[in-house]
């Protein structure tokens, strides 16, 4: 059964770089059947798509954060990640790292979710 | 990107109720919308997928329609496990995705 687990620090100052992996057990990221992605849930409001990446490397981001992020995989580890420059407390978020079926373009595996949190 | 609008965004119903909630695409997307359920602290869940087709598991209470730009999710009767926020999501564009703002559905 397919699990993903995010980590990374809970707290990241204002201006720095925000950086999560998802590790992906019980299947292989891979899969020429799925892209992996990230959504994240500030407080309070709904879900926002941020990117998603083939195991290729070919990756496609939201209009309004392309400019700031970049999805990286590793094959190697089965695992993929996120950075996310200049944060703001606006990046103040549930991040989740979800898997993408190509067919249909579901999200049908999810992470938990990690809470990420912009503060001095 | 497409932008997807859902209305009501909060809903107060009871159980027992019938409850639809209302997903509108700024532009065509064909079937290609799903439907997920989100309770707090637990990962989103997937309902519908392609408008209308239940995801294995999910009870027949729930029922998605539309094509085009006009879409629907159906919950033909409440019941207590059901209150959640409710998100649609296009993938026309996949994998370039875009939610709804979401439907939060209250006692």
């Known amino acids: 059964q397919l699990q993903l687990q995010e980590s990374g620090p809970g707290l990241v100052k204002p201006s720095e770089t925000l950086s999560l992996t998802c590790n992906v057990s019980g299947g292989s990221i891979s899969s020429n059947a799925h892209y992996w992605g990230w959504i994240r849930q500030p407080p309070g409001r709904g879900l926002e798509w941020i990117g998603n990446i083939y195991f290729t490397g070919n990756s496609y981001y939201s209009p309004s954060l392309k400019s700031r992020v970049a999805i990286s995989v590793d094959k190697s580890k089965n695992q993929f990640s996120l950075r996310l420059t200049s944060v703001t407390a606006a990046d103040t978020a549930l991040y989740y790292c979800?898997?993408?079926?190509?067919?249909?373009?579901?999200?049908?595996?999810w992470g938990q979710g990690t809470l990420v949190t912009v503060s001095s | 990107d497409i932008q997807m609008t859902q209305s009501p965004s909060s809903l107060s119903a009871s159980v027992g109720d019938r409850v639809t909630i209302t997903c509108r695409a700024i532009q065509t997307i064909s079937t290609y919308l799903n439907w997920y359920q989100h309770k707090p602290g637990r990962a989103p869940k997937l309902l519908i997928f392609?408008?209308?087709t239940l995801q294995s598991g999910v009870p027949s209470r729930f029922s998605g329609s539309g094509s085009g730009t006009d879409f629907t999710l159906t919950i033909s009767s409440l019941q207590t496990e059901d209150f959640a926020t409710y998100y649609c999501q296009q993938s026309y564009s996949s994998p370039r995705i875009t939610f709804g703002q979401g439907t939060r559905l209250e006692i």
């Open positions: 979800a898997r993408l079926r190509t067919f249909g373009g579901v999200f049908e595996t």
């Open positions: 392609g408008a209308s």
